[in-house]
């Protein structure tokens, strides 16, 4: 067989085969058990699936015979030397890129949307190969993760459960506008297409623009961005009145609105008017701290962004300039100290990571920085399960593996709940009852 159809084969086996081959009744046996994050985990038990779903969680290595519904020839899969838990979630990830600086501006200019296209199927892969089965893809340029998501909801491509926002709305100007600092007749073609936000009829416009293509959630930006290639800074960029007719038309669908922000004047307007989420959230103070709790929002920490900035400086120095070069090492220096408040006044935290900025597929990594920076093992899990899937809408679906649940699930050597490091080497992952993973 020729090496390249070889490669192909091998791929194709990995990532479908298992799935293909799925019983309709599969037993797991687990050496520990988390399946319900915040609670003690479990011992020695036994996960039974029907159908790509839980059914049952029971004590001990029980085998087909000793349980009444379940036939003779199910699956088994042993996971009696590893800890179990459930599919991890990350709610702030953008599929279509691992680039990052100049090297991300100037592929925008020479790449085509099948590139973007075939790199976001990668970087979906990556993403359930390390654990994480749903994630929340928070903006592209080119509706390409609403195609990804669909065809892999229809199983043609192997990736984690998507929930897109289709295009970020931003203001003209704004950290999201992609003509930022281009010259006249470069900014005129990157601005096709775009869909932004200026005065209150354009922002209901932005809206619904999102609605009709079929987004799961509205990504907003209220505030200036580390990456923005301009010089205006990180304090809000939207009008108290555009920032509530985006979140009151976004509700009117029943769409959810996750906010970027980093300035605290940004994240206040955001919390006011009814935000679900806040991203980033670099600079909050008692008075956002107050709204967090008051309006039950959560907090998306994405400290992994520094991770990102780290390395390509690392491998080339010159990778960012000028103000984005300023902002990225003042992020560098602020990072964590929004999570350490935030947390010790009990704001609800979510998980997500802006993977993208950081790489694909070291997601996990976040755990270590979110323990670093106040979190326990325990409550950085819970995070990346139950919270996130409550921010998500999907809190009766995923984050937790209890009768119904989606059979979403990962094996680690080592105990997490000790040592959360040990997420960012999975060992096996299942998601809706397929194997990916083995």
Same mark, same amino acid.
């Given at each position: ?7 192909? %084969?091998?791929?194709? /086996? @990995? ?5 293909? *081959? $799925?019983?309709?009744? !599969?037993?797991?046996?687990? #050496? ?84 973007? %296209?075939?790199?976001? /199927? @990668? ?5 359930? *190969? $390390?654990?994480?089965? !749903?994630?929340?893809?928070? #903006? ?299």
């Amino acid at each position: 067989m020729h090496p390249i159809r070889s490669i192909l %084969a091998a791929s194709v /086996a @990995l990532f479908f085969g298992a799935a293909a *081959a $799925a019983s309709d009744w !599969t037993l797991v046996h687990a #050496g520990r058990l988390l399946d319900q994050p915040g609670q003690p985990a479990r011992g020695a038990s036994t996960l039974v699936i029907h159908d790509g779903r839980v059914v049952s969680v029971q004590d001990g290595f029980v085998g087909a015979d000793a349980l009444a519904a379940v036939p003779d020839d199910a699956r088994v899969i042993d996971q009696r030397q590893r800890f179990v838990l459930p599919g991890l979630i990350d709610a702030h990830v953008h599929l279509t890129s691992d680039l990052g600086g100049q090297e991300a501006l100037v592929s925008e200019f020479t790449n085509d949307i099948a590139d973007h %296209a075939y790199e976001a /199927a @990668l970087n979906a892969r990556k993403t359930l *190969a $390390a654990g994480f089965t !749903t994630v929340r893809n928070l #903006g592209d340029s080119d509706y390409i993760t609403l195609s990804l998501r669909d065809a892999i909801a229809a199983g043609k491509l192997p990736g984690p459960r998507i929930l897109d926002a289709g295009r970020t709305i931003s203001a003209t100007a704004g950290h999201a506008d992609p003509g930022l600092g281009l010259n006249e007749s470069v900014r005129e073609l990157a601005m096709r297409g775009r869909v932004m936000c200026d005065g209150v009829e354009s922002c209901r416009r932005a809206v619904r623009e999102q609605v009709a293509r079929g987004v799961d959630v509205i990504k907003i930006t209220t505030t200036g961005g580390v990456n923005s290639r301009i010089g205006a800074g990180l304090g809000v960029q939207l009008f108290d009145d555009e920032v509530k007719t985006l979140v009151d038309t976004a509700t009117m669908y029943g769409k959810k609105v996750a906010v970027h922000a980093h300035g605290n004047d940004g994240i206040l307007v955001a919390l006011k008017h009814g935000a679900a989420s806040v991203e980033h959230g670099t600079l909050m103070d008692r008075d956002s701290i107050a709204l967090f709790k008051q309006h039950g929002a959560y907090y998306v920490p994405t400290l992994s962004t520094v991770n990102g900035y780290k390395a390509r400086l690392a491998a080339n120095p010159a990778a960012y300039t000028g103000e984005v070069l300023k902002k990225i090492r003042w992020r560098i220096d602020i990072t964590g100290k929004s999570l350490r408040a935030a947390h010790a006044a009990g704001v609800k935290i979510a998980f997500g990571t802006d993977a993208g900025v950081s790489k694909h597929g070291r997601n996990a990594d976040e755990f270590e920085l979110m323990v670093e920076h106040g979190m326990s093992p325990a409550e950085a899990i819970h995070a990346a399960t139950v919270n996130a899937a409550d921010l998500l809408g999907l809190a009766n679906e995923i984050g937790r593996l209890a009768p119904g649940f989606a059979a979403d699930l990962i094996a680690v050597d080592g105990d997490p709940l000790a040592d959360v490091t040990t997420l960012q080497q999975v060992r096996f992952v299942m998601k809706g009852g397929d194997v990916f993973v083995p």
